[in-house]
């Protein structure tokens, strides 16, 4: 591979890369060894290293970390930036190592507001996750909205209906 990458640079120079990316054909037809099926591969994992190196830096806007971020990009592909801008708290519900916290800032940052559907439905589902994972197989309503009224920072006047909009 070294000698291979040794060839395509002392050809091209620096306009390897995106001959590499965007002309595949000319990279088979310039370099000996290199058919034009594997110049398209090359080309293919090097769009998709790309996509997935801007996906990235995208995450970074809304602090997610870069290993998160990729485990993120090899999940959702490029649905992560619809699923970031309208409802990032899809994420934690299929991410066990993303907490409601972390979602609840990418949303903030995202500009959904803290009375938003999408949140208050989502911090009464992680209310009951934590619940759940404390052993509880049952837990009052009243216990519910005091959790999930902590944990979204609202009234609980706020998430009662949600509450029994989830009920239903």
Request: aromatic share 10%.
């Amino acid at each position: 591979k070294t000698a291979l990458a040794t060839k395509i640079i002392a050809e091209f120079g620096e306009k390897s890369l995106e001959i590499m990316q965007e002309s595949p054909e000319i990279l088979s037809e310039k370099i000996k060894g290199i058919t034009l099926k594997r110049a398209q591969e090359i080309s293919v994992v090097l769009q998709q290293n790309k996509k997935r190196t801007e996906a990235v830096i995208f995450m970074q806007e809304y602090d997610i970390s870069s290993f998160l971020a990729v485990k993120l990009y090899e999940k959702y592909s490029d649905k992560i930036y619809e699923i970031i801008k309208t409802n990032p708290y899809e994420i934690a519900y299929e991410q066990s190592s993303v907490s409601f916290k972390i979602s609840d800032q990418i949303a903030l940052k995202a500009g959904i507001s803290k009375d938003s559907e999408f949140r208050i439905y989502a911090g009464i589902i992680f209310a009951l996750k934590a619940a759940l994972n404390e052993g509880h197989s049952y837990l009052p309503t009243e216990r519910l909205k005091n959790d999930a009224s902590k944990l979204l920072e609202l009234n609980v006047d706020d998430i009662e209906h949600y509450i029994k909009e989830l009920i239903f």
